[in-house]
């Protein structure tokens, strides 16, 4: 009786769950072999095309390279957060997770203001006696808007793993004449190392798939997975195409996530900090 309660309670959402998720990807799977030059042929023609697979390597640089910026920014917040007083954390924490209540495409365009070529950055450097930089619409002004973007969901996960560490563990190591960075080496990074990977997985898996910060802060020049979908369905009209990219898009997803739980199991990835 008991089995039967929780699938009723469950039924509703596995339903919405299909109807909304399940049979659409289905549809969009099949209608990736659904060209008229052949069943293959739109796989064929993206990974066959240097066009395409310089778009997939810019995606995956980028990604790559958002990745590791907001983990070197990030960790030294996440340390700072475990170790401050609650009102500091509290207000910490207010200037971390402020960003995230306003819209990605303010803040994007507040980086295209900020990165132009009369903009203050600029102006600063030229009244410095400095060059100014031509960084907006190069894959730099992408990165440098991401990292802004996703740091936040870099931040919490390693605070989580730093907040689990008894520091106890700390000060016997103090105690024992290690360095700080040997402490940080032995101790403090190996016990927050899934915290790491879990950030990491994260920030990786939505920077695969962002479409808004590139589009606006890299133009042409920076063209990645998401903005070519989007070419195919709104300018070209090549909606197989377009599928096939998405399918490839969701296989490095899953990829990323069958690379990730090598390391960290699935329900830590999905856990709130």
């Known amino acids: 009786m008991r089995r039967l309660g929780t699938i009723a309670l469950l039924l509703p959402a596995l339903l919405l769950l299909l109807l909304i998720f399940l049979l659409p990807l289905a549809r969009l799977f099949l209608l990736s072999f659904s060209s008229d030059e052949g069943t293959f042929s739109t796989y064929a023609h993206l ?7 310089r ?6 640089i980028i990604a790559v390279s958002t990745t590791v910026i907001s983990l070197v920014v990030s960790y030294p917040l996440a340390m700072t957060l475990a170790r401050i007083s609650p009102n500091w954390r509290a207000l910490l924490f207010g200037c971390i997770l402020l960003p995230l209540w306003i819209s990605v495409l303010v803040r994007t365009f507040s980086w295209l203001l900020l990165l132009e070529r009369n903009g203050p950055i600029n102006r600063l450097l030229v009244e410095s006696g400095l060059s100014p930089l031509d960084i907006l619409f190069t894959p730099s002004a992408v990165v440098i808007g ?9 931040i919490l996960p390693i605070y989580a793993s730093l907040v689990r560490i008894d520091p106890a563990l700390l000060r016997a190591s103090d105690g024992l004449g290690a360095s700080r960075f040997m402490t940080f080496s032995r101790i403090l990074f190996p016990l927050s190392a899934r915290g790491v990977v879990t950030a990491a997985t994260f920030v990786f ?4 798939g962002f479409f808004v910060t590139p589009a606006i802060l890299g133009g042409a020049k920076s063209i990645n997975l998401a903005m070519l979908i989007d070419s195919f369905v709104s300018e070209q009209l090549v909606w197989p195409l377009a599928a096939a990219a998405s399918m490839i898009l969701l296989a490095s997803c899953l990829a990323v996530l069958a690379l990730a739980s090598r390391f960290v199991p699935v329900s830590r990835l999905v856990e709130t900090p």
Request: net charge negative.
């Open 205 to 208: 898996l939505l920077s695969l």
């Open 47 to 53: 990974l066959g095309d240097e066009v395409y697979l």
């Open 146 to 154: 991401m990292v802004h973007v996703l740091m936040p969901y870099a």
């Open 55 to 60: 778009v997939f390597a810019n995606t995956l």
